[in-house]
Structures are given as C-alpha cells and as structure tokens.
C-alpha cells in the first residue's frame, strides 16, 4: 500500500483539528478510513516523520504554529528522523503548544516509554492492539472521545 500523502489541501493550519503522526502507511489509512467512516475527517493533516511534525508545529518562516481549532495530536513514537518521545518534549516544553491535548498511539507498551511519555505531559497513551477490527474501534473512540466529549479551554 502507498503511503498516503499529507492532507493538508485546502486546509490552514489554523483549521486542522486532528493532526496524525503515523509513519506506517497501513495505521496511518486506517486511521484515516475510521476517521472517514465516523465523519470526522474534515480537518485532519497527516504527517509520517517528527521532523515534519516538527515543522509544522514549528514552521521555518516564523509563521504561529497551528492552535486555535486543534482538538488533539495522535503521535506515534517510533518515528524516522526525529522520534516521538522528541517530539512530545518539544510540544510540551514550548508555550505556544504545551496545551494541545497529545495522546500517543503506538505499538511499544514498553514501561520506559509509556513513564517517559507521561513524565513529558501526555494526555494519554494508547497502545496499538494488533488486530484490525480492535484498532478500528479504538481510533473511532479516540476520535469520538477527543472531538466530541473533551472540552478544551476557550483560545
């Protein structure tokens, strides 16, 4: 399967709602399928490494990073470039971001880091079950928890 690109057309970044960082192309379509299925796929960015991660939230040309519509951040940790637990530091650590929800979603259940993740901030951690239709339920819950029942602080 192709990896899918990032969807970001048509959509700011003060729009995005949901930003995946999946580097696995087959988690990362399946992510977006659920979110398809459950209608919540109108304002979702894809981003498969932490340094693209990192350049979105922390664009080059000084712009401000992506805040204002954004209800959560699905990270994985093992990533190309720059890892998640990496990326989660520098999310929490800056200002600008420490307050976007980030819930990681990943296949390690490894203690070191799942402490790690939650010593950085995260607001939950979630490993990735192995079956197809378990991971399904759970990307649909975590969508339906983080867009529709979590209430976050007025920008």
Known sequence: MMAPSPRREGTTPAEVEI??????????????RVFRKHNMANQIVLLQDGAETLDFFFPRDGAAPPSAALRVVLLDLKLPTVDGIEVLRRLKSDGRTWSIPVVVVTSS?????????????????????????????AVADLGLYWLMLNKLPAQ
């Open 19 to 32: 930003v995946v960082v999946e580097d696995n192309p087959n988690d990362a379509e399946l992510i977006l």
């Open 109 to 137: 259940s490894e203690d070191r880091d799942i402490k790690d993740a939650y010593a950085l901030g995260v607001n939950s951690y979630v490993t990735k079950p192995i079956k197809f239709d378990e991971f399904a339920k």
